[in-house]
C-alpha cells in the first residue's frame, strides 16, 4: 500500500521530536489549574473557596485540558508500542509514570500532613493505597483526586499491552477502533453499567481513539477507511464531552453551553493534528524541552497541594496574589521534580527493568528504531 511506503520514508526524515506536543501539552495543563482555582476550588465549611471567581465562565471549560491529554496520549501510545514487544512498552510505560508519581504523591502527602489541619486529613493507610494509584479500589481515596485520570491512562496501556501480546496492536488499529467504540457508546447509550464503563473507558474513548487516527495519519496513511473513522472517533468526542457536561452540572449547579464545550474540544484535537506537522519551534529547544518536562508533574502536584496553602493562608477570602503565587510555586516545584527526579527516576528505572527483562529472557524491542516523540517516550 502506498501508505505504507511513505511510513518508511517517514521513518526515515523524521525529526527526533516534535515540539509542539510539548506546548500543546503545557497548555492543556494550563486550562485544568484554571478549572481547578477558577471554578472549582477547595470544598471547605459548607461551600467551595473558588481562588479565581471571575474567571469562572471561561475557566468551567478548563477540565477539558484532560480529554487533551488523552489524545496526546493515544497519538504518543501508539507511537511508542511500534517497535517494541509487550514486555518493553511496559517497562517504557510503567518508568515513565511510577517513579514521578510516588515523588509527588508523598509530596503532597507530606503537606497535607503539615499544613492541612482543619481542612484536609491524610493517613498512612492512604499513602500506602495510593502507592497502587487506584486507590479506592483499596477503600482509600485519592491523594489528589486529579489522580483519577491517571487510572484512566492506565487502563488505556494495560489493554495496549493485551492487546499487543494478542498480535492485534497495532496491526488490526481499525477493528479495535470500531469494537471500542461501538461498546462503548452502546453502553453509554444503554445501561450505563460503572464496570463497562471503567473496564472499557467509556466516557473517554473517543478521545484516545482520535488520538491513535492522528498517529495513523502521521504516519503516512490516507485512505477512505482512516477518515470514516475519524469521523466516527469524532462523533463520539462530541457524544462523551456533552454526557461530561451533564455529569458536571449535577455536581455543581452550573450551566454549561454543550456548543462551547465542543467547540473548545474540536478546536483541541485539530490542534493536536496540526502540533504532529510542526517540526521546529522560534523557541529555544531547551525551553521547550523543560516545558513539556513539567507538565506531568505539575499536573499531578498543582491541585492538593495548592488547595492546602490556600485554605491555610486565606481560608476565608479571595486574594489573586496568593493565587498567583501558588500557581506559580507549582511550577516551580514541578520543575525541580522534572530536573531532579522524573529524568534521573526514569532512565533508572528503565535501565533497571530492561536487564532483569533480559536476564529473565524476555524481549524488550521488536527492531531497532530511529526516532522517539516527545518527552513522553
Wanted: charged content about 15%; proline content about 5%; hydrophobic content about 55%.
Amino acid at each position: 500500500m502506498l501508505w505504507k511506503i511513505r511510513l518508511v520514508q517517514q521513518i526515515q526524515t523524521a525529526p527526533s521530536r516534535l515540539p509542539a506536543l510539548d506546548l500543546l501539552r503545557l497548555a492543556a495543563v494550563a486550562g485544568v489549574i484554571l478549572y481547578h482555582y477558577g471554578f472549582w476550588g477547595p470544598y471547605s465549611h459548607g461551600t467551595y473557596l473558588v481562588a479565581l471567581p471571575e474567571l469562572a465562565p471561561i475557566a468551567q471549560y478548563g477540565f477539558l485540558g484532560v480529554p487533551v491529554f488523552f489524545a496526546i496520549s493515544g497519538f504518543v501510545i501508539a507511537f511508542s508500542a511500534e517497535g517494541r514487544t509487550p514486555t518493553g512498552f511496559a517497562i517504557a510505560r510503567f518508568s515513565r509514570i511510577y517513579p514521578t508519581f510516588v515523588v509527588c504523591m508523598t509530596i503532597t502527602f507530606v503537606a497535607v500532613a503539615l499544613f492541612g489541619a482543619g481542612h484536609f486529613e491524610v493517613t498512612a493507610r492512604q499513602w500506602l493505597c495510593n502507592l497502587f494509584i487506584a486507590a479506592p479500589m483499596l477503600g482509600q481515596p485519592y491523594m489528589d483526586s486529579a489522580y483519577w485520570s491517571l487510572v484512566i491512562e492506565v487502563v488505556f496501556y494495560i489493554w495496549v499491552v493485551i492487546l499487543m501480546a494478542s498480535g492485534l496492536f497495532p496491526s488490526r488499529m481499525d477493528a479495535i477502533i470500531v469494537v471500542w467504540l461501538a461498546i462503548t457508546s452502546a453502553n453509554e447509550l444503554t445501561i450505563d453499567a460503572p464496570i463497562f464503563e471503567k473496564l472499557f473507558i467509556a466516557d473517554d474513548s473517543g478521545f484516545f481513539a482520535a488520538g491513535l487516527l492522528i498517529y495513523e495519519y502521521y504516519r503516512g496513511r490516507r485512505d477512505l477507511r482512516l477518515w470514516a473513522l475519524s469521523v466516527l472517533a469524532l462523533g463520539t468526542v462530541v457524544f462523551q464531552t456533552v454526557h461530561k457536561l451533564e455529569r458536571l452540572g449535577v455536581h455543581s449547579d452550573s450551566s454549561f453551553d454543550p456548543k462551547v464545550a465542543v467547540a473548545v474540544c474540536l478546536i483541541s484535537f485539530a490542534s493536536v493534528f496540526l502540533a504532529t506537522k510542526v517540526k521546529r519551534m522560534p523557541l529555544p529547544a531547551k525551553a521547550v524541552l523543560a516545558a513539556g518536562g513539567i507538565t506531568y508533574p505539575l499536573y499531578l502536584l498543582h491541585m492538593q497541594l495548592g488547595y492546602v496553602v490556600f485554605t491555610a493562608l486565606a481560608p476565608q477570602q479571595q486574594s489573586r496574589a496568593l493565587t498567583m503565587g501558588i500557581i506559580a510555586g507549582a511550577f516551580a516545584l514541578a520543575a525541580v521534580v522534572w530536573r531532579f527526579f522524573d529524568r534521573p527516576l526514569h532512565r533508572l528505572t528503565k535501565e533497571k527493568l530492561a536487564t532483569l527483562a533480559s536476564r529473565s529472557g524476555l524481549q524488550v524491542r521488536a527492531r531497532p528504531r530511529s526516532m522517539r516523540i516527545s518527552s513522553d517516550r
